[in-house]
């Protein structure tokens, strides 16, 4: 553990001492392109923070609305009946939105049933093959200027479909 724990703390000074050592032997002003990159950081920060801002106004009116809620106790009888636990279907919900909320549900989960029960697997393993679609979304498209998404937003969220069912599968297929 000790080994890890060196390794983590060095090796962004090694990355740092290599990409600057690097640059000393391209003859490269390291500063002066440090400072055009933090230049052109900021420029995309600006671009894109509206869509962050629209996308994080979207998911608080979201759920105080109680759509969220609604939506859920609608989903979950249903769900229920084809084996999926109906303790996860927040997590599903909130998961194309918002990355935090939907971290800070899984960890209420793990909470409530453990990290070693049916219900604890199930949500980490959709956590780890979902992706919090609309963020994403609006911000790798907004920041390049696509506003017509076409396909990607409904593929991507039958994907996320797939990936409750067949983590459920895996569940009962690894842990019985």
């Known amino acids: 553990m000790k080994t890890l724990s ?9 990355f740092v001492f290599i990409v600057v050592g690097y640059g000393l032997v ?10 055009a990159g933090a230049k ?9 923070l509206p869509y962050i801002v629209g996308m994080i106004f979207a998911v608080d009116i979201f759920k105080a609305s109680g759509c969220f809620d609604a939506l859920s106790s ?11 636990p109906p303790e996860v279907l927040p997590l599903y919900l909130m998961r194309p939105f918002s990355g935090g909320a939907s971290m ?10 453990g990290a070693d029960s049916f219900i604890g697997r199930v949500a980490c393993t959709f956590m780890g093959s ?28 039958i994907t996320d479909a797939f990936g409750l069912v067949f983590s459920c599968i895996i569940c ?3 842990f019985g």
């Open 40 to 48: 052109g950081g900021i420029r995309i920060v600006f671009k894109i």
């Open 74 to 84: 609608v989903l979950a009888k249903p769900l229920s009946w084809i084996g999926i």
């Open 130 to 157: 979902s992706e919090t679609l609309f963020y994403t979304v609006s911000l790798y498209f907004g920041s390049v200027g696509i506003t017509k998404t076409r396909y990607v937003i409904p593929v991507a969220l």
């Open 6 to 14: 060196l390794i983590s703390t060095i090796s962004l000074p090694i």
């Open 26 to 35: 391209k003859k490269v002003d390291i500063y002066e392109e440090f400072i």
């Open 172 to 174: 009962h297929l690894v």
């Open 104 to 113: 800070g549900m899984l960890a209420g989960v793990l909470t409530k049933y």
